[in-house]
C-alpha cells in the first residue's frame, strides 16, 4: 500500500551545523505534510508543515522543502544545537478536508543525533 | 491550557486484564485520535473522533474500544489485555486546522 517512509534512520551531526532529514511519500493524493519531533519519553510535538501547492516554507531554524515531482519531503534545521537531538517523524494527511477528520499516516522516524 | 493530557503514565497489566487509558483535552477540540508506538517505529492509528457522539476505526482497531460522550474526553478501554498490546499510546487532538497536538502518552506493558 502506499506509504510515507524516511531514508535515514539515524543521523549525526556536529553541533554548529545545518541537519537535513529526509523523507519520500508515495500518496500521490496527499495534500498536507507535518514534521514532529519527538524526544525521549515524550510525546510527537509539531514543529513545521507545509501544503501541497508550496514547495518551501520556513520556521524558526527549520526549513520545509516539498518536491511533488519526485514526492520527497525534507527538514532543514540550520545551525543544529544538542536541545534538536530527538527522533523526527514525517506524516501525510491522508483525508484532508475530508469528513473523517485528519487522519495522519506517519513515517518510520529519523533519529537525530548532535554532537558537541 | 494544559493542553492534552493521558493518565496513567505508566501501567502493567497481566494477560487478561482490562483497563482504560484516559485522555482529556481542553482545547475545545472536535478531532481526537489514538496511537500506539511499538519501540523504534512511527504512530498507527487506533481509533479517532471528529466530534463527541462519533467514533470510527483507524488502522489497528482490534483489542481496543473508544467512547466519546463529551468533547473533552476519549479514553481508550482495553478489554482482554494481550502481550501484543504492550506499547506507548498517544492521545492527541486538532481543531479546524490540520495539525494534531499530541500528550505526553500512557506505556502499557501486558505481561
Known amino acids: 500500500g502506499e506509504s510515507v517512509g524516511l531514508h535515514l534512520p539515524t543521523l549525526s551531526v556536529q553541533e554548529g551545523d545545518n541537519s537535513i532529514i529526509n523523507c519520500a511519500y508515495s500518496?500521490?493524493?496527499?495534500?498536507?505534510f507535518i514534521w514532529y519531533k519527538q524526544e525521549s519519553g515524550k510525546g510527537p510535538q509539531f514543529i513545521i508543515d507545509?501544503?501541497?501547492?508550496?514547495d518551501k516554507r520556513q520556521g524558526q531554524r527549520v526549513t520545509v522543502l516539498l518536491n511533488k515531482t519526485v514526492k520527497h519531503l525534507s527538514l532543514q534545521i540550520a545551525a543544529t544545537q544538542p536541545g534538536d537531538s530527538a527522533v523526527y517523524f514525517c506524516?501525510?494527511?491522508?483525508?484532508?478536508?475530508?469528513?473523517?477528520?485528519?487522519?495522519?499516516?506517519f513515517g518510520g522516524g529519523t533519529r537525530l543525533m548532535v554532537k558537541p | 491550557n494544559a493542553g492534552v493530557t493521558q493518565t496513567p503514565k505508566f501501567r502493567i497489566l497481566k494477560i487478561g486484564q482490562s483497563m482504560t487509558l484516559q485522555c482529556t483535552q481542553d482545547?475545545?477540540?472536535?478531532?481526537m485520535y489514538w496511537y500506539r508506538q511499538d519501540p523504534g517505529m512511527g504512530l498507527k492509528l487506533i481509533y479517532y473522533?471528529?466530534?463527541?457522539?462519533?467514533?470510527d476505526k483507524g488502522e489497528v482497531p482490534n483489542g481496543y474500544n473508544v467512547s466519546r460522550s463529551t468533547t473533552e474526553d476519549f479514553p481508550l478501554r482495553l478489554e482482554l489485555a494481550a502481550p501484543s498490546q504492550t506499547s506507548v499510546y498517544f492521545c492527541?487532538?486538532?481543531?479546524?486546522?490540520?495539525?494534531?497536538?499530541f500528550g505526553p502518552g500512557t506505556r502499557l506493558t501486558v505481561l
Open positions: 492527541a487532538s486538532s481543531g479546524n486546522t490540520d495539525t494534531q497536538y
Open positions: 500518496n500521490s493524493a496527499s495534500d498536507y
Open positions: 507545509i501544503r501541497s501547492n508550496m
Open positions: 506524516a501525510e494527511n491522508l483525508s484532508p478536508g475530508g469528513n473523517a477528520g485528519n487522519m495522519l499516516t
Open positions: 482545547m475545545n477540540h472536535n478531532y
Open positions: 473522533s471528529v466530534g463527541a457522539g462519533i467514533t
